[in-house]
């Protein structure tokens, strides 16, 4: 045996033995078992993930220190939309919240459990974590200067979800360093206090750090949120939730390209964009279903959301997915997209 040929079959059975082996999707698929959900209490099922075997709840749940919030590690989740960022911090929000023996509450009509989601923006200012005005329900046409979400947050101990944290601009987000360290407080200058955390109190960020027209958190909350998880789509519960599975296995074999950084995809359809197509494949059929679909990647390629190779190998993945057959030809002159026929009225 020549020294080229040993090297070859000694390739070979790594790649037998170890990660070099070739898995099909299907096959990837079956490999994730899934866990029993966390129901909350609307009745939202959550099948939650794994990071290398240990469910992910836990493993954030085992960051945040309750009783010492100053003792927390707090959370960064990354990923691009539709992945299930969320629906994630809700899940570990109810569970703190279980673990803190509290009953779950009845706020305006909603099950509460202590989880509050904020969402700014680029008018964002430095009064957005702090102060909110509302009307008053005693005197109208005049407003009354409340405290903010995040603000009741620490007082209360609740977690704060930052949705989208990378679009808020950077004089909000330096306003609330003290809260994210030992310090854990936050000042309030139209009513000259100073909020120090309770226990319980934790903050989840979650973004997508390619989201076009974003820019970066600060450099400082790096270090102030180290414990980054990359969040993908949790493919196999939305094989049990009934998505065809040609089509999951293909979405997430594309999703496997973005993560390896394969063919320049920073975006891929995601949990949430797959089952909206399931679902309206399930009322209206595979055709009206296809044209929405496409009609809705066009618009974003035209707003420059995603890129139009992007778009081209979502098309390619409904092929392989077993669609092609709704495809239309070029002398049919229909709108279209990479060949599938927009939802466009005649």
């Known amino acids: 045996m020549s020294a080229i040929t040993a090297a070859l079959s000694q390739i070979d059975q790594v790649a037998q033995e170890g990660d070099l082996t070739p898995q099909h999707p299907t096959d990837l698929l079956e490999l994730d078992a899934l866990a029993d959900p966390i129901v909350l209490p609307d009745g939202k099922q959550i099948y939650l993930p794994r990071l290398h075997g240990q469910p992910i709840d836990e493993l954030a749940c085992a960051l945040i220190d309750l009783a010492r919030p100053a003792e927390s590690t707090f959370l960064r989740l990354i990923g691009p939309p539709g992945c299930g960022k969320s629906q994630l911090a809700r899940a570990v929000a109810y569970r703190l919240w279980r673990q803190r023996g509290r009953d779950i509450e009845d706020r305006h009509g909603v099950a509460f459990y202590g989880f509050v989601e904020i969402t700014g923006g680029p008018s964002s200012d430095e009064y957005l974590f702090r102060h909110e005005f509302v009307p008053a329900a005693d005197d109208a046409g005049t407003v009354r200067l409340v405290d903010s979400a995040f603000a009741t947050a620490m007082r ?5 979800m930052i949705d989208e944290v990378n679009t808020i601009r950077d004089i909000a987000l330096l306003s609330i360093n003290s809260c994210l360290d030992a310090r854990l407080s936050l000042y309030l200058p139209a009513t000259a206090q100073t909020i120090i955390a309770q226990p319980g109190f934790a903050v989840i960020l979650a973004y997508n750090p390619g989201l076009v027209g974003a820019t970066d958190i600060p450099d400082a909350w790096h270090s102030r949120f ?6 993908t789509s949790h493919w196999p519960a939305l094989l049990h939730l009934g998505a065809p599975r040609p089509l999951v296995a293909e979405a997430m074999a594309l999703d496997r390209q973005r993560i390896a950084g394969e063919d320049g995809l920073t975006w891929t359809p995601q949990f949430r964009d797959i089952e909206a197509l399931t679902r309206m494949i399930d ?10 679909f496409v009609s809705n990647l066009a618009e974003q390629v035209a707003a420059g959301k995603i890129q139009d190779a992007e778009a081209a190998a979502v098309c390619r ?3 392989q997915a077993g669609y092609a057959h709704l495809k239309v030809s070029a002398t049919r002159r229909l709108p279209n997209l990479h060949g599938y026929p927009r939802a466009v009225t005649t």
């Open 283 to 292: 009322r209206v059929g595979e055709r009206a279903a296809l044209a929405f």
């Open 226 to 231: 180290p414990a980054t998880l990359e969040v």
């Open 317 to 319: 993945m409904l092929d």
């Open 156 to 160: 209360e101990g609740w977690v704060v």
